[in-house]
């Protein structure tokens, strides 16, 4: 392959991921939505509450969901920390009914609360649904919070978590490309957003995007997609798997393609778990996925009494199965098809409305080719819209 081409490889990934990731005006209503829902409880309970975005949220890893083989609303995780209260002072059946009541008697958020959940209280706004989980802090030293559970909504226990912890785990892994990157991006989104920022420096960290979270944005995408309708779909990878694998196995590659292709590769090695009498991988780092025969391991980086796999033992390792085969479609089909640059594979493996989202002069441009023959259903045609007294200007990535 030329150099040329994988540039163009990149390019089309970063162009895929900005349209599967969250808007910037969606980020501010979500990030207002929160903070004024903080407010509000900390008011209601008379309690001192910290409401904290954790998952892709925190991450910047974001992306639309796709469910019933239609794009969906966004996923918001948030952490609601009561960080006057612990373990010692209150019951977790206790905490997590004392925020749901509040909710259920506010004028303002008791249409869009959700039936309970075994962790969070969901409410369903316009566009996205924010999932609250209600914790205590579980010690005055460190970011360890202790959360409620319960799995027949009549035993209530606590559980422990550090999203915090992992966030900032997360951000070393990609910490060398990051300061590459940083200045760069920064000036090319002020360049477009003139009427929004006063200079580069105003421009937030959190719009600067790696190779490294483009990969996990690209990656759930695809699982989504193909999974959708499957008969194995309750199989599918958690978004925490795939996160927390892509993490380990980048390598500050500054190039999205190389990233990208690199990880799956490395991703598909672990299958040999399988096959092996003696249960041993090619992998760079073995000791990624574990398999002793029975049950599976994938750590949580920064608690490793956590294990993500710890399921998928079950059903005849179904999702150890699921996991594998989608990786097998990721190597075999998806980098394949991107490679021979056939407009095709944008709307096979990530959905047909992406594939409209990204123009097809767009793909063009960048080396695609033009067979729209290819689609199941033409483009929809581009309509004229005229916008008078726009509230704010138009935030360009």
């Known amino acids: 392959m030329q150099t040329q081409e994988l540039s163009t490889y990149s390019r089309i990934i970063d162009e895929i991921a900005k349209q599967i990731d ?7 209503k979500a990030e207002k ?18 409401i904290y975005p954790q998952g892709s949220f925190m991450l910047g890893t974001v992306i639309k969901p796709y469910k019933n083989c239609k794009d969906a609303d966004y996923d918001i995780d948030l952490v609601c920390e009561f960080s006057n209260k612990s373990e010692s002072s209150i019951l977790p059946e206790i905490l997590k009914k004392n925020v749901g009541n509040v909710l259920q008697n506010s004028e303002e958020y008791q249409h869009y609360l959700d039936k309970e959940g075994k962790r969070c209280w969901t409410l369903n706004f316009t566009g996205f ?25 009549k035993n209530y226990k606590w559980m422990r978590s550090n999203p915090k912890e992992l966030g900032e785990w997360f951000k070393q892994r990609q910490a060398v490309i990051y300061k590459e990157i940083k200045i760069a991006q920064k ?31 690209i990656l759930k995408r695809h699982r989504d997609v193909y999974f959708a309708n499957k008969t194995n779909e309750k199989y599918k990878p958690i978004s925490m798997v795939i996160t927390v694998l892509a993490a380990e196995l980048y390598e500050q590659e500054a ?16 299958e040999e ?11 760079k780092k073995e000791e990624l996925i574990k398999f002793d025969g029975n049950k599976w391991r994938i750590s949580n980086p920064v608690a490793q009494e956590e294990n993500f796999a710890e399921r998928w033992h079950e059903d005849n390792h179904a999702r150890a199965k699921a996991f594998f085969e989608w990786v097998s479609d990721l190597k075999h089909n998806f980098l394949q098809e991107l490679e021979s640059q056939d ?44 916008i008078t007294n726009p509230i704010k200007p138009y935030l360009q990535y």
């Open 129 to 153: 649904h924010m999932d609250c989980l209600p914790c205590v802090p579980l010690t005055s030293y460190d970011e360890k919070i202790s959360l409620t559970h319960t799995e027949d909504f």
């Open 22 to 28: 969250i808007t910037e005006e969606m980020y501010l």
């Open 273 to 283: 778990l399988f096959k092996s009498s003696i249960h041993r991988c090619s992998a």
């Open 187 to 217: 000036q090319r989104i002020y360049e477009r957003n003139r009427r929004v920022y006063d200079s580069v420096d105003a421009v937030p960290d959190r719009r600067v995007k790696t190779p490294l979270q483009k990969a996990v944005q």
């Open 255 to 270: 190039d999205s393609y190389f990233a990208l292709k690199n990880i799956v590769e490395e991703m598909g090695k672990y």
């Open 343 to 386: 407009l095709k594979v944008i709307q096979k493996c990530l959905g047909q409305r992406l594939c409209w989202n990204i123009r097809e002069e767009k793909l063009i441009s960048l080396g695609f080719s033009s067979n729209t023959g290819s689609y199941s259903e033409p483009l929809p045609p581009i309509r004229e819209v005229v």
């Open 33 to 50: 939505q929160y903070n004024e829902l903080g407010h509000y409880l900390e008011k209601s309970l008379k309690s001192s509450v910290s």
